[in-house]
């Protein structure tokens, strides 16, 4: 055992010598990997925010129903609870809407200025079926009663929203594996050109009786090493961007009387990032050394 670990902190100290030795070259490897990994980040985060703040919202297929001003509301409500398509009805009077809207963030002072209540009365049906043809279909009944104003179906925009999140996911996973694989291609040709120059001196250790494991080891931790500095480096540009991002961010929800910001990758998230730059690398390095080593 102690054996194997002395072999493992001496590949790891050659592969530290070569990347010192060459520093130009591996601060130009690294920082290619961190501008490539940083796209898909940053995409990753930025779709993170937007989920975050969808989640604030409910997704429950609920319709708003306003009344007419001359709306008989007790005769309205026996005909919604008749209804099967309804599961659940809750009625807010125009002035319990009001006292929400004053309290809500960034409003009381727009509803201090109003004269009298524009709000109509309200009933908040919830439909039995949660698909999008029986919320239309129940909306298009309840729009023909007498008495209704309007129906709105309140649940519809965040649908879309998390449909194009998803949509979004799909583009980044897809984004990431095209990069994922220039990466490995990047991390293979400096491995390659590696191995080319050390061609004698991997040839002697060989003829001195050095295994295959023992010539590939520096090359492994030389892959991984680079790989971990391109994944930190595009942890510190994602960090940046998104506060460069935040000075607009900021001022804009200001606006509106939220204090709403760009939050960076969770603990966990970062590592992630980290953990496959560096894995990226060892792959590119795994092939690298195969097929030139043979």
Same mark, same amino acid.
């Given at each position: ?52 703040? $969808? ?52 409003? $009381?002072?727009?509803? $201090? ?6 709000? +109509? ?24 009663? +007498? ?38 291609a990047v991390t293979f040709n400096t491995i390659r050109l590696q191995i080319l120059t050390q061609r004698e001196e991997i040839e002697v250790s060989r003829l001195l009786g050095a295994t295959d494991a ?14 971990? $500095? ?65």
């Amino acid at each position: 055992m102690r054996t194997w670990l002395r072999q493992h902190r001496g590949a790891l100290a050659r592969a530290l010598r070569k990347l010192a030795a060459q520093r130009a070259a591996t601060l130009l490897n690294a920082l290619v990997i961190g501008v490539a990994l940083s796209l898909p980040a940053g995409g990753y985060a930025l779709l993170a925010n937007l989920q975050g703040v $969808a989640q604030r919202f409910t997704f429950e297929p609920q319709l708003s129903v306003f009344l007419k001003p001359e709306a008989k509301r007790a005769e309205l409500e026996a005909r919604l609870r008749a209804d099967r398509r309804v599961a659940a009805l809750r009625f807010v009077p125009r002035d319990e809407a009001l006292a929400e809207l004053r309290v809500a963030e960034g409003l $009381a002072e727009v509803v $201090a200025a109003l004269e009298r209540n524009p709000l +109509p009365d309200t009933f908040v049906v919830r439909a039995a079926g949660g698909s999008a043809q029986a919320l239309e279909e129940l909306a298009r009944a309840l729009q023909a009663l +007498p008495g209704v104003a309007n129906v709105q179906v309140d649940s519809a925009w965040a649908e879309r929203l998390a449909a194009l999140a998803r949509i979004g996911r799909l583009a980044l996973a897809a984004l990431a594996v095209l990069l994922a694989t220039g990466l490995v291609a990047v991390t293979f040709n400096t491995i390659r050109l590696q191995i080319l120059t050390q061609r004698e001196e991997i040839e002697v250790s060989r003829l001195l009786g050095a295994t295959d494991a023992f010539v590939r080891r520096p090359f492994f931790y030389q892959g991984v090493l680079q790989g971990l $500095a391109g994944g930190l480096l595009a942890l510190v540009i994602l960090g940046a961007g998104l506060w460069v991002l935040n000075l607009g961010v900021r001022d804009l929800a200001r606006a509106y009387g939220s204090s709403f910001e760009l939050a960076f990758l969770p603990a966990r998230d970062a590592l992630a990032v980290a953990v496959f730059a560096a894995g990226l690398g060892w792959l590119g390095a795994l092939l690298s050394v195969s097929r030139y080593l043979r």
